[in-house]
């Protein structure tokens, strides 16, 4: 039992871990995960101007300062943040899908979601294929309903899974924290349940990117669940549950002999007072108990202590 509350635990600060990660979008590529060697584009696949990609540089190099930094984040940077990205959007004049959603970014590091979430729909409504902001938004949603819209949530961790051709991360690992959370055995062509599945999309984040600590921390727990669930290691606990029992009844055995010799003992000693004490006379000594001492051991009522034993 104590292994189990021991897995739970660890499970719900993992789960808890695994969810509070946000990304930014990359300096180079089309801000969808893709790169090309112009630098940031906008939602034509154009590169942007010099003065949008300028100020988009600007952000990202607050943002990684602000990140390195305890206690970096407040209400005040991640204002002044977001704007970075929103002047380079402006700069560009055409929609720049990539500095609004790291605007978004930006406040959802302050918490501040009612305005994160405004900046990511923005995205999404212009381009249904932005997967990270796809991937963000089914975080607020399945927060939203109290973590119980998994259903939902799941499926648009896939969408941005297959929009993405299986390169964002964050979604993997997400979806295969879903698929542990949810625990289905249904099979399906990705696995033969939803703890393998799972499995498969942690394997696939880190074949993306094999330094993304919340797929290594959420495989580790994934490893740790697996093995409780093995017959082997039920085999090994009922083993020791079975050694405790037999520790517990030698115990109680010995006890129980040491009993009966100190109540001959006294029996003796209760004898010879008897003989030698002259008529009329009474002992100085206190009297002894005759009450059997294996009534005052402690006694584990889980242990049969019957006569006979096979």
């Not at 590169?47 to 990609?53: F, L, Q, S």
């Not at 949530?153 to 051709?165: F, G, K, V």
């Amino acid at each position: 039992m104590k292994h189990i509350e021991k897995v739970a635990l660890v499970a719900s600060c993992l789960f808890a871990l695994a969810a509070s990660q946000v990304g930014c979008s990359s300096s180079e590529g089309d801000g969808k995960g893709g790169k090309t060697p112009h630098g940031p584009v906008d939602d034509k696949k154009n590169p942007v101007n010099p003065e949008a990609a300028k100020l988009y540089a600007e952000g990202l190099a607050e943002m990684e300062r602000l990140d390195k930094m305890p206690n970096g984040w407040t209400a005040d940077t991640c204002a002044a943040t977001a704007k970075k990205f929103l002047d380079a959007a402006d700069a560009q004049g055409k929609f720049f899908a990539g500095a609004i959603y790291n605007a978004g970014a930006s406040y959802h590091r302050c918490n501040d979601f009612a305005n994160a979430r405004k900046y990511y729909k923005q995205v999404l409504d212009k381009d249904e294929k932005f997967h990270r902001a796809r991937v963000q938004l089914a975080r607020f949603d399945l927060a939203d309903s109290g973590d119980t819209a998994i259903d939902k949530a799941m499926s648009e961790y896939q969408r941005a899974i297959t929009d993405s051709d299986f390169q964002n991360v964050e979604a993997l690992v997400e979806l295969a924290r879903l698929q542990m959370k949810r625990n289905n055995n249904a099979s399906d062509s990705d696995g033969a349940n939803d703890f393998e599945r799972a499995k498969k999309n942690l394997q696939r984040a880190l074949a993306v990117d094999d330094g993304y600590m919340p797929a290594f921390n959420l495989l580790a727990l994934y490893y740790l669940i697996a093995r409780s669930r093995t017959p082997a290691s039920r085999s090994r606990r009922a083993r020791a549950a079975r050694r405790s029992r037999r520790r517990a009844r030698s115990i109680r055995r010995r006890s129980i002999s040491r009993c009966s010799s100190r109540r001959r003992a006294s029996a003796r000693t209760r004898t010879t007072r008897r003989s030698t004490t002259p008529p009329g006379s009474s002992s100085s000594r206190p009297a002894i108990s005759t009450t059997p001492c294996a009534a005052s051991e402690p006694r584990d009522s889980s242990i049969r202590t019957s006569s006979r034993r096979t």
